[in-house]
């Protein structure tokens, strides 16, 4: 029997799953206030994180298709939280940059999502947190392989 296919990897598959699918739904009331998406959030904190880069560099750091990523930018632009500019080195290729509101649409996003976070995780003990860290290490290391391989 393979390691993939054992009963604690099988429940560890569907512990990952289920957290996905409710970070998925939480949706802090930053992100509503600016009137964006999960979805779109994710692509400003992208962005945020990495200023002038291009669609194809969001598409690999988000695992979002590109149609989805392009339709999203339309989106943001319109509500003027990113803009869009000729790089300055090539001219076929356009940059993407968040506005002073996008800026600050990340940052209000961030700061309630970590507040949220800690709050929740406050109950844990020094050492249950302790515990924890190196596990959670782990299962990013393997969700960053599955966003980099898609």
Same mark, same amino acid.
């Given at each position: ?7 604690? =990897? @099988? ?12 970070? $998925? %739904? ?12 999960? %979805? %779109?959030?994710? #692509?400003?904190?992208? #962005? ?7 669609? *194809?560099? @969001?598409?690999?750091?988000? /695992?979002?298709? %590109? ?34 509101? /996008?800026?600050?649409?990340?940052? +209000? ?6 507040? =949220?976070?800690? *709050? ?14 190196? $596990? ?12 980099? +391989?898609?």
């Amino acid at each position: 029997m393979s390691g993939s296919d054992t009963a604690a =990897t @099988i429940e560890i598959a569907l512990a990952v799953e289920r957290l996905a699918i409710m970070f $998925s %739904q939480y949706r802090p009331e930053a992100v509503r206030t600016f009137g964006v998406s999960s %979805q %779109q959030a994710i #692509i400003l904190a992208a #962005i945020y994180d990495e200023p002038g880069c291009g669609v *194809k560099r @969001i598409t690999e750091r988000t /695992g979002m298709f %590109q149609p989805v990523v392009s339709r999203s930018l339309g989106s943001l632009v319109r509500l003027s939280l990113l803009e869009r500019r000729r790089s300055s080195t090539d001219a076929r290729a356009t940059e993407l940059h968040l506005t002073e509101a /996008g800026r600050r649409a990340v940052n +209000e996003i961030r700061d309630e999502w970590r507040g =949220t976070l800690q *709050k929740a995780c406050a109950s844990l003990s020094e050492e249950q947190a302790a515990a924890l860290m190196p $596990s959670l290490s782990l299962v990013l290391t393997v969700a960053q392989q599955l966003v980099n +391989e898609a």
